[in-house]
DNA sequence: CAGAGTCACTTACCTATTGTAAGTGACTTA
DNA sequence: TAAGTCACTTACAATAGGTAAGTGACTCTG
């Protein structure tokens, strides 16, 4: 009995940690509440998340296709625009991530950054 | 008025982002589900965090009980027992990350690993 | 029509974080 | 006496991230 309730709180915790580390990876939810909240160019984004280098959006951006959260949208201009935006299983995301802003609006005097410190 | 538009959504996408680094670096959610399904004692998660190694435990607990997601209780038995409990900030956090365990289950079968990819 | 600029990226290089393995000190059990 | 537990540290190699510069196909400015 303890080890069947043991087994489905491993498994509980796996899963969480697996859901989270597909999408945890730095830069990576910033970028799609970008997507998000509008800005679809590669350069939009790199605008709208301060700090974001664009080797990482780049690189993020592959990592996050490939993992079918944003689809890839190439149209033809002169310069080329790509075009990027959530899949149904990004946007499911996203609504699973909204209280997680609530969260830090409720805690948001304790906030205090975790990088950058000796 | 696009201005004032852009510049909520901006602070939307930054406090989301120090929300999530906060809690997001590597182990840091699935040792913080862990204790919330029971886990207490450092061995204990350890046991129950599938890949954690000893030395990131030990880090992401200071760094955890330094942001005050977590307490720290020195029990003085012998050996010592250290009992890590959720401080109500932390329980918060767990309750505003449970959709995303949701989401985990709904997609589930398209979940592949993120890192370990060439 | 030469030079500067835009867009969506790469490449090169260095630093910071992580993973792996071994060690520590105060105890208990065989 | 030897081996084991608990909650960690230390040392070192591997990986991820930050910074800066380059690319190619264009357009726009003077």
Redesign the interface.
């Known amino acids: 009995m303890t080890l069947k309730i043991d087994h489905i709180?491993?498994e509980?915790?796996?899963?969480?940690?697996?859901?989270?580390?597909?999408v945890?990876?730095?830069w990576s939810?910033?970028i799609l509440?970008?997507i998000n909240?509008?800005s679809h160019r590669f350069s939009e984004i790199l605008a709208?998340?301060?700090g974001l280098s664009d080797r990482l959006l780049s690189q993020r951006l592959k990592?996050l296709e490939?993992?079918?959260l944003i689809d890839r949208e190439v149209i033809p201009t002169t310069p080329v625009q790509i075009r990027y935006t959530l899949t149904e299983?990004g946007a499911?995301?996203m609504?699973?991530?909204?209280?997680?802003?609530?969260?830090?609006?409720?805690?948001?005097p304790?906030?205090?950054?975790?990088?950058a410190v000796s």
């Open positions: 709180y491993d509980q915790c796996r899963r969480f940690q697996d859901s989270f580390e597909l945890g990876k730095r939810p910033a509440m970008a909240l509008g709208r998340v301060e990592e490939r993992n079918r299983r499911d995301l609504q699973a991530l909204q209280p997680l802003v609530g969260w830090g609006l409720r805690w948001e304790e906030l205090q950054p975790m990088r």
